[in-house]
């Protein structure tokens, strides 16, 4: 076995500034927070483990998911949930739209649609 070499911690290298993950804190933050418990929603921040939550969810910003968290895939890249889908919510869209009113939010950029096989015998 080959051993590791032992670096003296004077030449340890600090990490830049950006590569450190904001904590979720502050009030806009506690708001999105706040919405996407109370209208039940799904985001691919949570979902897809997305570092950069304390920091989006801080500034008003949140990427919701519309057809529950769970997608047919299993890319081995990505961190959202595989399996077989729950039926549709279909009243997700009025909730989704709440939320978004409720978020002030000027421009709509997308929402994520989770991949749905859909077989012909299966229902959504
Ligand atoms: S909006 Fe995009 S970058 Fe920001 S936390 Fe959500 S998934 Fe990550």
Same mark, same amino acid.
């Given at each position: ?49 997305? !570092?950069?939550?304390? *920091? ?9 998911? /519309? ?5 047919? $895939? ?10 077989? !889908?729950?039926?549709? *919510? ?9 939320? /978004? ?5 000027? $421009? ?17």
């Amino acid at each position: 076995m080959q051993e590791l070499p032992i670096v003296p911690a004077e030449q340890h290298i600090k990490k830049p500034d950006w590569l450190r993950v904001k904590l979720p804190i502050g009030e806009s933050y506690k708001h999105v927070r706040g919405l996407v418990d109370k209208h039940k929603l799904h985001t691919i921040c949570e979902s897809g483990n997305c !570092p950069n939550m304390g *920091e989006c969810w801080g500034e008003g910003t949140a990427t919701f998911m /519309i057809l529950g968290n769970i997608c047919t $895939r299993s890319c081995q890249f990505c961190a959202v949930a595989t399996g077989r !889908p729950k039926p549709v *919510e279909w009243d997700e869209p009025q909730r989704v739209a709440e939320a /978004i009113f409720l978020m002030k939010v000027l $421009r709509l950029v997308s929402c994520w649609a989770l991949e749905k096989r859909k077989k012909k015998s299966s229902k959504l």
